[in-house]
């Protein structure tokens, strides 16, 4: 009987003792996180997301594993990621943000047209409207981290597309509310796709043209089907790195910490390359012999302003006195000194 109580004692004993064991190997395993992305593992998207994967890795000595998922392979697109990163689906995600203006407006700020076209300025109106776009992920239990932005938006097609005539009944793919609207207006036949639905169509004959970066254009390998692109530089979108707040909120503070230095220097980065990029891009366009029309026309320039007068009137419509706001002080920052 003594000999029994014993042995179980020491049992209870082990148990114990492996299960301590258990949960100190368990706290010395690094935390795992899934990070998605829609675009190529070559898109300067993938590639900031990859620098930032890094930081973190090296900030917390890599006790926090994030690993990229590129090509929509987890399958959710831009327009999944929201509400995936929202139910902690997936922990952080790289989305396009025109495709949660119906989330909200403010996501349709950076693709509004000819606001702003060149780098400083987008960053400019970024900068400026940050507290709103934090707004919108905070409400909806996400944390912003960063921004992506990308190259100015142009027109890749079959044919020259350098005036008005070259638009009409294009059937053309768009990425947002916003290009769909400004190119109706200047008479083409808009598509809003997802990227992970470009190539694919452009195969099939299902579009003959598309809106997006020669960025985008060279990592999809545009010069299989399209032979012309013209530097409209409609805008430069932005796409925004947003986390779950309580996968977050679980980390511990010297690991939080890491993912916010980590995002701001990210944000930074993104900024600096993405500068140094449209070259780079050029060049690639130029071995497979893309014709490349930059600047365009003044003409056609004036012709696409006024048809995306009215979609820069109805975006202020829908957000009101915030969107008021942000261009007024947008407005103010440009003006000279």
């Excluded at 005036?163 to 009409?168: A, F």
Aim: negative net charge; hydrophobic residues 40%; charged residues 25%.
């Amino acid at each position: 009987m003594i000999d029994s109580l014993h042995h179980r004692i020491g049992l209870l004993a082990l148990i114990a003792g492996t299960a301590a064991g258990g949960l100190a190997l368990n706290a010395q395993a690094a935390t795992q996180m899934d990070f998605s992305n829609e675009y190529n593992a070559s898109s300067i998207h993938a590639e900031g997301d990859a620098w930032f994967i890094q930081r973190v890795e090296e900030l917390t000595d890599d006790e926090l594993e994030i690993t990229l998922h590129t090509g929509a392979s987890l399958g959710f697109r831009s327009a999944d990621h929201f509400y995936a990163v929202a139910d902690n689906a997936v922990q952080i995600a790289d989305t396009l943000s025109g495709t949660l203006g119906g989330i909200d407006p403010i996501f349709l700020l950076s693709s509004l047209p000819f606001l702003a076209d060149d780098v400083e300025s987008a960053k400019t109106l970024y900068e400026i409207a940050r507290p709103e776009y934090e707004k919108v992920f905070s409400e909806n239990n996400q944390v912003l981290l960063y921004a992506s932005p990308w190259p100015a938006s142009g027109i890749w097609s079959k044919d020259p597309v350098t005036d008005m005539e070259g638009l009409q009944d294009l059937k053309i793919r768009t990425y947002d509310r916003n290009g769909t609207e400004i190119l109706r207006n200047a008479g083409a036949a808009p598509v809003k796709l997802s990227w992970a639905d470009v190539v694919p169509q452009l195969a099939t004959g299902g579009i003959e043209a598309v809106l997006t970066s020669a960025e985008s254009g060279a990592n999809g390998s545009f010069w299989e089907h399209l032979n012309d692109f013209s530097a409209i530089k409609y805008a430069i979108p932005l796409n925004m790195v947003h986390m779950n707040r309580d996968a977050f909120e679980s980390l511990d503070a010297s690991e939080q910490d890491a993912i916010m230095q980590a995002a701001r220097e990210t944000d930074e980065h993104n900024w600096e390359v993405v500068k140094e990029r449209v070259a780079q891009n050029y060049e690639t366009l130029e071995s497979h012999d893309i014709a490349i029309h930059d600047p365009i026309p003044d003409a056609f320039r004036a012709g696409l302003e006024d048809a995306a007068t009215p979609v820069v009137d109805n975006w202020l419509d829908n957000i009101g006195e915030r969107g008021e706001r942000i261009l007024e002080d947008f407005d103010n920052a440009q003006a000279p000194q």
